[in-house]
């Protein structure tokens, strides 16, 4: 039987075609031959992110912001945060695959104008109190530790009344919102918000997990609650490590949830904190997530793809997703980390995988 192709011509023989001259070609059809392809991306065995494993140094961070600090002036202060670059992603602004950190620093009177935006964003507090966060008519004040969220189109300004300057870590979706190309900015209608509700009402209302206001009513997709205090988290991780070595692979980890689904706080990102026990070696595992963990306390290595990450308190470090690691505690105390994560998007896709894996160390 004789070999047709769809539009009737039967193919001759592979000498007629000057092939460099075809594929010369294709471009100006804006088309490209798939078994030609060389990304290894495309269809991978298993997956390999361009993220590198990388360690952002506080100390090093924070001499740079405080240089800014004289440089930028007062008007310019909402923006004066050194973005965190992933090596491997420049010039791209993410931190992780689908992830972004930057360190800010406030100086005492400054404020952030009212603004909403698409992307939805947290602030971890590093150093300083008496700054504000204002969300949706509720001032959420902020101390070392706390985890105040700014989510998805939430109305939110911020200002330090202080005498102290203030620094803290912003966690956003921005490279997942912008390669899904939704983000949208609206500056508000005044500098700062009227306040609705008394100061940190929030925080005391949802003081329990396990006792939920049942006259509130809410239907958004992130938490309520606007602040996660320091002062609940410590005393938690305190408690636990008392009776509980937790997880192999983490030690003792706890999700910051949303109180009403006991799901993420946003559905773009997860949000840990963790406590391993002195001397602990963790063992090693891969996950599809990407995360970036800030070091609340202590000091510790976590080894990523072969790689030694050595950390200290305040110190950044992100681990690419499928990425091998394992954390080590060096210390006789417990080393405390705070993260975040993609973990909600791969899961609410189906995405999601993690497996068990040799120690490298
Ligand atoms: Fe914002
Ligand atoms: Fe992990």
Redesign the pocket.
């Known amino acids: 039987m004789p070999r047709t192709s769809i539009d009737g011509i039967a193919p001759g023989p592979a000498a007629a075609i000057d092939a460099e001259q075809y594929y010369a070609g294709l471009d100006s059809f804006n088309v490209e031959p798939l078994w030609r392809n060389t990304d290894p991306r495309l269809l991978p065995a298993e997956p390999k992110s361009r993220a590198v494993p990388h360690v952002w140094r506080y100390q090093e961070v924070r001499a740079q912001l405080m240089t800014a600090g004289r440089l930028i002036s007062a008007e310019e202060a909402e923006r004066r945060v050194l973005m965190l670059i992933n090596p491997g992603l420049a010039p791209e602004v993410e931190t992780a695959n689908n992830l972004y950190a930057g360190i800010q620093l406030v100086l005492p009177g400054e404020i952030a104008p009212m603004h909403k935006h698409a992307a939805a964003a947290f602030r971890f507090v590093i150093e300083g109190s008496g700054a504000y966060t204002a969300v949706d008519g509720e001032r959420a004040h902020m101390r070392p530790g706390d985890i105040v969220l700014t989510p998805s189109w939430a109305w939110h300004d911020h200002g330090n009344f202080s005498d102290e300057p203030m620094v803290w870590m912003d966690g956003l979706d921005l490279p997942l919102i912008k390669k899904l190309e939704a983000n949208f900015f609206v500056n508000g209608p005044e500098r700062a918000q009227d306040e609705l509700r008394p100061a940190n009402s929030t925080e005391r209302l949802y003081a329990t997990s396990r006792l939920n206001p049942a006259w509130q009513t809410w239907d958004k997709p992130y938490s309520p609650v606007i602040n996660y205090p320091w002062s609940q988290t410590e005393q938690l991780l305190k408690t636990a490590l008392d009776d509980w070595s937790g997880s192999p ?2 030690g003792v980890i706890f999700e910051f949830t949303n109180p009403n689904s006991g799901g993420p706080i946003m559905p773009t990102m997860g949000a840990y904190i963790q406590a391993l026990p002195a001397r602990m070696h963790t063992q090693a ?1 891969q ?1 599809t997530s990407s ?1 970036i963990y800030h070091v609340v306390r202590g000091r510790g290595r976590t080894v990523v793809d072969g790689t030694v990450l050595d950390w200290s308190e305040h110190d950044t470090f992100t ?1 690419p997703g499928w990425s091998v ?1 394992e954390h080590i505690n060096t210390e006789n105390e417990p080393a405390i980390l705070f993260s975040h994560t993609d973990i909600p998007v791969l899961k609410a896709l189906g995405f999601y995988w993690e497996r068990a894996c040799p120690r490298q160390a």
Request: a negative charge.
């Open positions: 692979t983490d595992h996950h995360a681990v690691h």
